[in-house]
């Protein structure tokens, strides 16, 4: 588990395929530090499993699933990666929980300065459509950001001077795809709601009252959906 809060920018040293998955090393020096083998790191919002590892950086194995479901697939030499270990018990959550499981790929749409900060507006996938809240919370890449604004199709974030410096977020613009992860309360919430309805007789569109007495459109107005 992750906070989404990048340690470290990485820099990719190969990506060696093997069948339908395949090796990726990394250069980084921080992220390696007390890490051993076997364990997790989020590479750009992926949660990978280090297999190897020298005083350069290190190595994981990458599942078909990891190089087709994210943006992963297409990284060559050179290209920069945000990462983060996994959280310790007893660290604190700067940021929200993250499983670096990704949800889906999208794509960055526009790039507008506000102020001393940045927003960056989003192409908002079905897959993860209905668990992306204004005030809420969501992983770009791996990093824990604030969503401002929701649209049908589009969502955007803010970002700050610091995260724009110390993430790939620094190399951002349209057209850019970036891995996405819906918070894991919003898709819990989401998936019970559903659960309800059925129970209920509703099925999955419907929108009235679960036997709970829950609503849709209340947990929505409170931002949980």
């Not at 588990?1 to 990485?10: D, H, N, P, S």
């Not at 040293?13 to 990394?26: A, Q, Y």
């Not at 960056?120 to 992983?139: F, H, I, N, Q, Y």
Request: proline letters at 2%; hydrophobic letters at 40%.
């Amino acid at each position: 588990m992750f906070t989404g809060l990048v340690e470290e920018v990485g820099t990719v040293r190969r990506l060696e395929r093997r069948g339908d998955g395949g090796r990726l090393g990394i250069v980084a020096r921080k992220v390696i530090e007390g890490t051993q083998l076997g364990d997790s790191i989020s590479v750009s919002g992926a949660c990978l499993t280090v297999v190897e590892m020298d005083g350069q950086g290190f190595v994981v194995d990458c599942m078909p699933e990891t190089l087709t479901k994210t943006t992963l697939g297409g990284v060559s030499a050179g290209n920069r990666v945000n990462l983060e270990r996994s959280l310790a018990f007893g660290g604190r959550l700067g940021g929200h929980l993250v499983l670096g499981h990704v949800d889906a790929v999208a794509t960055v749409l526009a790039v507008v300065r506000k102020g001393i900060a940045w927003r960056v507006r989003v192409s908002l996938p079905a897959e993860v459509k209905d668990c992306v809240a204004t005030k809420g919370s969501v992983a770009v890449d791996g990093i824990s950001l604030t969503v401002l604004e929701v649209g049908e199709d589009a969502f955007e974030v803010g970002i700050i001077p610091h995260t724009l410096a110390e993430t790939t977020l620094r190399d951002v613009k349209p057209g850019v795809r970036v891995n996405l992860e819906a918070d894991v309360l919003a898709r819990y919430v989401l998936r019970a709601m559903r659960v309800l309805k059925e129970s209920s007789g509703e099925g999955t569109s419907g929108h009235g009252a679960a036997p709970s007495g829950l609503t849709e459109e209340m947990l929505r107005s409170q931002g949980f959906i």
